[in-house]
């Protein structure tokens, strides 16, 4: 599964950005796809998962009430909408990708998935 991330860039504390994660064609219906992040210095943290079969979506505690993660199936596409950003919110952000996922829901692909396919990331900047 090949992954391309856009979206990225500078803004300001407080502000928007939604990220984007265009997915080659998928061999499978049902797929796990996520955002994680990478600040310099810090473990790669998990921030949004989506299961793409029934559109079940969960998202880390960091961020909850701020990203949203969605996913536009006829173009193989997930979002990860970002407000209120924050300086701590500056990181390399990557999509990757699970596939297949065996159930339907959120817990697999947030708790479970050992996640394979990777992008080549994004860079986020909040001053």
């Known amino acids: 599964v090949q992954l391309v991330e856009s979206g990225g860039g500078s803004v300001q504390a407080g502000g928007s950005l939604t990220l984007s994660c265009a997915a080659g064609r998928y061999t499978y219906k049902r797929n796990c796809m996520g955002w994680f992040r990478q600040a310099p210095g810090k473990e790669r943290e998990k921030v949004a998962t989506?299961?793409?079969?029934?559109?079940?979506?969960a998202v880390a505690n960091s961020v909850k009430g701020r990203f949203a993660i969605s996913q536009d199936k006829a173009k193989n596409t997930v979002y990860l909408q970002m407000n209120s950003l924050k300086p701590e919110d500056t990181a390399m952000y990557y999509c990757?990708?699970?596939?297949?996922?065996?159930?339907?829901?959120?817990?697999?692909?947030?708790?479970?998935?050992?996640?394979?396919?990777w992008g080549q990331g994004t860079q986020v900047t909040v001053s």
């Open positions: 989506i299961n793409t079969g029934d559109g079940s979506t």
């Open positions: 990757a990708a699970d596939s297949p996922a065996p159930t339907g829901g959120n817990w697999y692909c947030f708790a479970v998935a050992k996640y394979k396919y």
